[in-house]
């Protein structure tokens, strides 16, 4: 197997000469925003969001944002076969200071690979990128010689790179030691397929998924292979009937079953998702949040979907409960997110085992003070989306052998019957890009969760 290793907001293409080819921002500024995601570690998220993200984003038109964010998403899926195809067509390696001419390879090689966009453009816009920029410009015949041959032999060009790993080689070492190499290059296969939209309903999900022309999943989501027009203007959003939330993401809180009558605290709750879902299951739910603005998405987010919360601004390690302990908690905890890859194939450029290791302490350390927050006999419910034990089975463990007054229990809604296959014997549920739902279904972020009784 092979593997490889904010500005003001300005007129559309301000910076972009008038005598520049059609095309040649967008993939400038996909250029730029593949080299800080890959080169510092930078969050994708933040730099392309339409209001203050990257300055040459936020310069594209609408359309031009789609494609960018195409281009990106694209490349970072795929980059490790890119790069093994691009250096299976040089002579000889790339200067170690070459790293911008590197990202214009990648966000062309992804056009011609994988994107239906003409290979004569993605090439002639790519040369005039590298005769733009002084470091490269020196380069300018490599690039258009490199990209027509990658071109020219697409289809034994993808053939060779069929079996590359999709992730970079520290993540995907971790996997193959986690879950042997077969299903650690299922996991890298799954994530090359973008993620679906899904919905959680707050009643009669089958209903809901007719009218929206969805899919009916097993665990009660509604997906939405093919949505028609944007979000907001689908039937039942400004009624507050559904909200958008990855299937995977709602099943934690589903763990719970029936909390009529309970009192129900949600630790690190926004954007709220799993507040709802715990305020449809019956519960009374206090929703803490310890950041002020994402609090108050939270809180719009409720109000649309005309379901009531009180909503707490405090830090989880610092709040005291007024009225007593609860009878359930939630901690959906902070984490590599290295289950979304999917939806987010930034993280596995921008994190480290370091990041893992540094966030599984934070895990213990909140997953601790959740145990304080329920009455004995309660129960907490511990989640998160990494795919790595460090921070899921090994942090319940090392509370266990720590003496926490709690104890493994069985959820209180039991073993989902569609997930039963993905439930270990500890009676924790783990699940991976790879696996699939009871029916055969596919399309789960990988994540764990475990349910803990307090003594």
Request: proline letters at 6%; glycine letters at 8%; aromatic letters at 6%.
């Amino acid at each position: 197997m092979k593997r490889a290793g904010s500005q003001p907001n300005r007129p559309a293409h301000a910076d972009i000469p008038a005598n520049r080819k059609p095309g040649f921002a967008t993939r400038a500024a996909a250029t730029k925003i593949l080299g800080a995601v890959v080169d510092r570690a930078t969050p994708l998220d933040g730099m392309i969001d339409s209001e203050n993200g990257n300055g040459a984003y936020r310069s594209l038109s609408k359309g031009d944002q789609a494609l960018c964010r195409a281009l990106i998403l694209t490349a970072l899926r795929h980059k490790p076969q890119i790069d093994v195809a691009i250096s299976g067509l040089l002579d000889r390696p790339l200067p170690a200071g070459a790293r911008a001419l590197s990202h214009v390879l990648t966000i062309a090689a992804a056009q011609i690979l994988y994107l239906d966009v003409p290979d004569h453009s993605a090439v002639d816009i790519a040369v005039e990128q590298a005769n733009a920029d002084p470091r490269n410009k020196r380069f300018a015949g490599l690039v258009n010689a490199v990209l027509r041959r990658l071109g020219r032999g697409k289809d034994k060009n993808l053939a060779r790179i069929a079996d590359v790993a999709s992730m970079p080689d520290w993540f995907f070492n971790r996997l193959e030691n986690i879950y042997g190499p077969e299903k650690a290059m299922a996991i890298s296969n799954a994530q090359l397929t973008p993620p679906s939209i899904d919905l959680s309903v707050k009643a009669d999900p089958e209903g809901w998924a007719a009218k929206l022309g969805g899919t009916f999943l097993p665990t009660g989501s509604v997906r939405l292979d093919a949505p028609s027009g944007a979000i907001p203007e689908m039937e039942g959003f400004d009624t507050g009937e559904w909200w958008v939330q990855d299937a995977a993401a709602a099943i934690p809180a589903k763990l719970f079953g029936d909390l009529s009558g309970q009192r129900v605290i949600d630790l690190c709750a926004a954007p709220g998702g799993k507040t709802a879902q715990l305020i449809c299951q019956g519960g009374e739910v206090t929703a803490l949040e310890r950041s002020k603005s994402r609090l108050k998405r939270l809180e719009q987010n409720l109000m649309r979907l005309q379901l009531p919360v009180q909503a707490v601004a405090a830090d989880m390690m610092e709040f005291q409960p007024e009225d007593g302990l609860y009878d359930a908690a939630l901690l959906d905890a902070p984490c590599s997110s290295t289950g979304t890859t999917r939806r987010h194939p930034d993280v596995l450029w921008t994190k480290t085992i370091d990041d893992i290791e540094k966030l599984a302490e934070v895990q213990y350390q909140m997953l601790r003070r959740a145990i304080d927050f329920v009455r004995p006999g309660g129960i907490v419910i511990f989640s998160n989306c990494s795919l790595d034990p460090k921070e899921g089975e090994e942090v319940v463990e090392r509370l266990i052998n720590d003496g926490a007054p709690a104890e493994r229990t069985a959820f209180p809604a039991g073993q989902l019957a569609s997930l039963t296959h993905l439930f270990d014997t500890s009676g924790a549920l783990r699940t991976t890009p790879a696996d699939t739902f009871g029916d055969g279904a596919t399309g789960l972020d990988g994540f764990y969760a475990a349910a803990l009784k307090r003594l």
